[in-house]
């Protein structure tokens, strides 16, 4: 049986690591995300302002998230899924650190968030910072070409 007492601390635990869990996601900052960004993209002529705007926007998406009734029990039913044969129990054979996975990710989106492809992935141009890519966003496909008006022959 339940005492009370053991019944408060349960609930005071469970507060206290799911607050320490929002703070350990919140560590990234936007200079972090300026400082990622550059490092994984030394070879390219970045646009300051752009990028420091990326980095907010960047920001104001993540901590946009919250936690939803689907995303909670997305979690749960994974825990008690069967894994697949791809998927042994959170192995990998990739062996990069979680800190060089999350700039790589925040490289592709920096890219796929300007006009690099739009241009024709030149690498002499300043890549400018259009707007923060989302995939559910109509018409945000950044490999798209502008469609060219043929010239009219007179």
Not at 22 to 44: D, Q
Not at 84 to 102: H, K, L, V, Y
Request: hydrophobic share 45%; proline share 5%; net charge positive.
């Amino acid at each position: 049986m339940w005492s009370r007492r053991g019944f408060v601390k349960l609930g005071v635990g469970a507060v206290a690591l799911a607050g320490a869990g929002t703070l350990a996601g919140w560590y990234l900052s936007e200079a972090e995300i300026v400082s990622a960004v550059r490092r994984r993209l030394t070879f390219l002529h970045l646009d300051e302002a752009g990028l420091h705007a990326f980095a907010k926007d960047q920001m104001s998406a993540l901590l946009a998230k919250r936690p939803t009734w689907y995303r909670w029990k997305y979690h749960v039913r994974l825990l008690f899924q069967k894994p697949t044969a791809a998927a042994s129990w959170g192995r990998t054979s990739d062996r990069r650190s979680r800190r060089e996975r999350m700039e790589d990710n925040l490289a592709t989106v920096f890219l796929l968030s300007s006009d690099f492809f739009t241009n024709g992935a030149d690498e002499t141009r300043v890549v400018q910072y259009v707007v923060l890519y989302d995939p559910m966003r109509p018409c945000g496909n950044p490999f798209a070409r502008p469609a060219v008006e043929p010239q009219a022959s007179a």
